[in-house]
């Protein structure tokens, strides 16, 4: 794994493996919920899963201590 990082940043691998295994887990909730019959009740699709890990993942970059104008919105929606 050290090489991979000499090549790219580590920020980007993160940002991929997040992506992969979210997309993975939103494609087995979406294969699980294919399998039942007659429920129509569905969080979400594959793409709903990949976006909230990419939005997790950023939220996680944008840590409200090392900026300030994000801490405020945050305070806001309290």
Do not use: H, N
Not at 55 to 78: H, V
Request: overall charge negative; hydrophobic content about 45%.
């Amino acid at each position: 794994m050290e090489k991979l990082y000499q090549y790219l940043p580590e920020e980007l691998v993160t940002f991929i493996l997040v992506t992969v295994f979210s997309l993975l887990i939103g494609l087995s909730l979406r294969r699980i919920s294919l399998k039942r019959e007659g429920e129509t009740t569905l969080f979400g699709t594959d793409r709903t899963f990949t976006f909230i890990g990419i939005l997790g993942y950023l939220l996680y970059i944008l840590d409200p201590t090392d900026c300030p104008g994000i801490a405020a919105c945050l305070e806001l929606l309290r």
